[in-house]
């Protein structure tokens, strides 16, 4: 399997031009050093393969070997290569990152924790997310939901299936690089090959599940014709309209930005189509393409077709790729594309976004605490606001990567994962799923921050003051009253909120998890209380509009009881500061 989100988000190559001649003539850390920075990675790691063998090799060079295998999802050999590099004195330390990274998507939790923990030794960079997710994820493996998924075995191959989509005669389609030369004929070059993974380029398929076994076909050559990867695709609720992704359309003319170099970089751009008199007229760029300098895929339009989100890692994201979306004008053009939010969107990858039914937005992330790679998640709201993102857990979320669901309705969808035990590579999957409803006091509803003071009630005009009862929530370390960055983000928030609405008052309530005596834990929830009013001051908060006070271990919020056996995860849930807001 490549790595789907890189060819969106980075670079994509062509086939390489490095001739049998060529090798001949070079070395070969030089031909292999070569295919590896073209993101070339089938071909890279036959050459380090090679040379790892040999005497007195550089850990250098086995680091790209076991990266190559990481990049295109070859975890066993790459864990197997991270391992013997993990052992040596001059290992950088991102190989002990990328090495608890693939543990997870093995789903050694316990393995990957302990390499992280080595990671974070070596690197200050705060890995809590990752730590965190591993112990989420042995909860939620041995704790499934009730939903259920099944391969789609009628569609998947050993290579790639991936993003399948709803169509109007019941049928999906789809994304595939098993090319199916049959269905194009003379018109698609049949060895064109994609140098990240030596298949061939991704096209449009369509399956119709009620069919007989030869119900796959070619969808439409209007969107095939494109030269390199094509999809995936979405429609409007009419199917009147559809949204698709393409890699450098080289037929449709388009302007050449300064310094971009046309053999290696072929980033991603949304193309649109209407469909009349009978057949998809010929596609549109949409408007903030930019192949020069950044992405855009992965389109997903709103129930009622005014709003376009999409993936891009355009400047002003909070990481290495965000969600944004655009609002359609009075004139049918797309406004400019404006942020998602801190709620969705983190400082990993955050992308393959699609609209269920009464608008609920899932997406996947790399982010959020999850159980391997990409986790699917889903989150209720619109543009910028939006409830905190929850992880649809087991069985649909697996140690491996798992994206791009679609809903067919309110329970059943389709969504694409590498897990073991599928046909080879990305498959597609049939799901029910029991969407997880957010909990009121894990919400975090904050206004849009504006220039307009409040009035005398202590209301800003075009907000919505905030509720009395409503709830904000942090979470702590084991042992532990620091503030930790993801509850900063939380706690900004509120500063910001009470910034705006001078007359709410709050009241603060911190606990612990039941481990350690009564006597001790009440002093260290007293702690967090105070910890959290500290971080307030500092933002400007008022101490007369706060009321702090430790509650030790008691009010438990889940079955962690003194002698319980739990997972750390558990625990976590009872290590806290509830916020509330009291009066207005």
């Given at each position: 399997?490549?790595?789907?989100?890189?060819?969106?988000?980075?670079?994509?190559?062509?086939?390489?031009?490095?001739s049998a001649t060529a090798q001949d003539r070079k070395p070969e850390l030089k031909v292999a050093n070569e295919y590896f920075d073209r993101y070339q990675y089938k071909q890279a790691a036959l050459v380090y393969e090679?040379?790892?063998?040999?005497?007195?090799?550089?850990?250098?060079?086995?680091?790209?070997?076991?990266?190559?295998?990481?990049?295109?999802?070859?975890?066993?050999?790459?864990?197997?290569?991270?391992?013997?590099?993990?052992?040596?004195?001059?290992?950088?330390?991102?190989?002990?990152?990328?090495?608890?990274?693939?543990?997870?998507?093995?789903?050694?939790?316990?393995?990957?924790?302990?390499?992280?923990?080595?990671?974070?030794?070596?690197?200050?960079?705060?890995?809590?997310?990752?730590?965190?997710?591993?112990?989420?994820?042995?909860?939620?493996?041995?704790?499934?939901?009730?939903?259920?998924?099944?391969?789609?075995?009628?569609?998947?191959?050993?290579?790639?299936?991936?993003?399948?989509?709803?169509?109007?005669?019941?049928?999906?389609?789809?994304?595939?690089?098993?090319?199916?030369?049959?269905?194009?004929?003379?018109?698609?070059?049949?060895?064109?090959?994609?140098?990240?993974?030596?298949?061939?380029?991704?096209?449009?398929?369509?399956?119709?599940?009620?069919?007989?076994?030869?119900?796959?076909?070619?969808?439409?050559?209007?969107?095939?014709?494109?030269?390199?990867?094509?999809?995936?695709?979405?429609?409007?609720?009419?199917?009147?309209?559809?949204?698709?992704?393409?890699?450098?359309?080289?037929?449709?003319?388009?302007?050449?930005?300064?310094?971009?170099?046309?053999?290696?970089?072929?980033?991603?751009?949304?193309?649109?189509?209407?469909?009349?008199?009978?057949?998809?007229?010929?596609?549109?760029?949409?408007?903030?393409?930019?192949?020069?300098?950044?992405?855009?895929?992965?389109?997903?339009?709103?129930?009622?077709?005014?709003?376009?989100?999409?993936?891009?890692?355009?400047?002003?994201?909070?990481?290495?790729?965000?969600?944004?979306?655009?609002?359609?004008?009075?004139?049918?053009?797309?406004?400019?594309?404006?942020?998602?939010?801190?709620?969705?969107?983190?400082?990993?990858?955050?992308?393959?976004?699609?609209?269920?039914?009464?608008?609920?937005?899932?997406?996947?992330?790399?982010?959020?605490?999850?159980?391997g790679g990409f986790d699917i998640f889903s989150t209720m709201g619109q543009k910028n606001q939006w409830s905190s993102p929850q992880n649809l857990k087991s069985p649909v979320n697996s140690p491996a990567d798992d994206?791009?669901?679609?809903?067919?309705?309110?329970?059943?969808?389709?969504?694409?994962?590498?897990?073991?035990?599928?046909?080879?590579?990305?498959?597609?999957?049939?799901?029910?799923?029991?969407?997880?409803?957010?909990?009121?006091?894990?919400?975090?509803?904050?206004?849009?921050?504006?220039?307009?003071?409040?009035?005398?009630?202590?209301?800003?005009?075009?907000?919505?003051?905030?509720?009395?009862?409503?709830?904000?929530?942090?979470?702590?370390?084991?042992?532990?009253?620091?503030?930790?960055?993801?509850?900063?983000?939380?706690?900004?928030?509120?500063?910001?909120?009470?910034?705006?609405?001078?007359?709410?008052?709050?009241?603060?309530?911190?606990?612990?998890?039941?481990?350690?005596?009564?006597?001790?834990?009440?002093?260290?929830?007293?702690?967090?209380?105070?910890?959290?009013?500290?971080?307030?001051?500092?933002?400007?908060?008022?101490?007369?509009?706060?009321?702090?006070?430790?509650?030790?271990?008691?009010?438990?919020?889940?079955?962690?009881?003194?002698?319980?056996?739990?997972?750390?995860?558990?625990?976590?849930?009872?290590?806290?500061?509830?916020?509330?807001?009291?009066?207005?």
């Amino acid at each position: 399997m490549y790595r789907f989100l890189k060819y969106y988000v980075a670079l994509l190559l062509v086939v390489s031009n490095l001739s049998a001649t060529a090798q001949d003539r070079k070395p070969e850390l030089k031909v292999a050093n070569e295919y590896f920075d073209r993101y070339q990675y089938k071909q890279a790691a036959l050459v380090y393969e090679k040379l790892a063998r040999k005497k007195n090799v550089k850990t250098a060079t086995l680091e790209k070997l076991a990266y190559s295998h990481k990049e295109m999802n070859n975890y066993d050999k790459a864990s197997e290569w991270y391992q013997v590099i993990t052992q040596k004195n001059d290992a950088s330390a991102d190989s002990f990152l990328f090495y608890g990274d693939v543990l997870k998507n093995q789903g050694n939790y316990t393995k990957a924790k302990e390499v992280y923990l080595q990671y974070r030794q070596k690197e200050s960079k705060d890995i809590t997310t990752r730590i965190m997710g591993c112990d989420s994820a042995m909860v939620w493996l041995n704790r499934p939901t009730s939903g259920s998924v099944a391969n789609l075995s009628k569609v998947n191959t050993a290579a790639s299936e991936w993003g399948a989509t709803a169509y109007k005669d019941k049928s999906i389609i789809f994304t595939s690089d098993s090319l199916r030369a049959s269905l194009f004929g003379k018109e698609i070059n049949k060895k064109a090959k994609y140098g990240w993974t030596g298949r061939s380029f991704i096209k449009l398929y369509q399956f119709n599940p009620n069919s007989d076994a030869n119900a796959i076909a070619q969808f439409s050559k209007e969107f095939n014709d494109f030269k390199y990867h094509v999809g995936p695709i979405t429609f409007s609720s009419d199917y009147t309209m559809a949204y698709f992704t393409v890699t450098n359309p080289d037929k449709i003319a388009h302007v050449k930005a300064p310094n971009y170099n046309y053999y290696g970089a072929r980033r991603l751009e949304i193309y649109s189509s209407t469909f009349t008199d009978g057949k998809w007229q010929q596609p549109v760029a949409f408007a903030y393409n930019n192949p020069g300098s950044y992405s855009v895929g992965h389109a997903a339009i709103s129930k009622d077709g005014n709003t376009l989100y999409f993936s891009s890692d355009m400047p002003g994201g909070s990481g290495k790729t965000d969600l944004w979306y655009c609002e359609k004008n009075s004139d049918g053009s797309w406004g400019t594309p404006i942020n998602c939010g801190n709620a969705i969107n983190t400082s990993e990858d955050d992308a393959f976004p699609t609209v269920g039914e009464n608008d609920i937005l899932y997406f996947a992330s790399k982010g959020h605490p999850g159980m391997g790679g990409f986790d699917i998640f889903s989150t209720m709201g619109q543009k910028n606001q939006w409830s905190s993102p929850q992880n649809l857990k087991s069985p649909v979320n697996s140690p491996a990567d798992d994206f791009y669901l679609t809903m067919l309705d309110a329970t059943n969808g389709y969504f694409a994962s590498n897990r073991k035990g599928g046909m080879g590579n990305d498959d597609i999957y049939s799901c029910s799923i029991v969407t997880p409803k957010t909990s009121p006091e894990k919400i975090i509803t904050v206004p849009l921050i504006t220039d307009k003071q409040p009035d005398d009630n202590g209301s800003s005009s075009g907000t919505t003051l905030p509720k009395e009862g409503e709830k904000f929530i942090i979470y702590y370390d084991f042992d532990k009253a620091s503030i930790r960055p993801d509850a900063s983000a939380v706690l900004d928030d509120l500063a910001a909120l009470l910034k705006q609405y001078p007359k709410v008052r709050i009241t603060i309530s911190s606990y612990t998890d039941s481990r350690g005596t009564e006597a001790y834990n009440m002093e260290l929830s007293r702690k967090r209380a105070q910890s959290a009013m500290a971080y307030l001051e500092r933002k400007g908060i008022a101490k007369s509009r706060m009321a702090g006070k430790g509650y030790g271990e008691t009010n438990l919020v889940n079955h962690c009881r003194n002698g319980v056996q739990c997972f750390e995860a558990e625990h976590q849930e009872n290590r806290r500061t509830e916020v509330l807001i009291i009066a207005r």
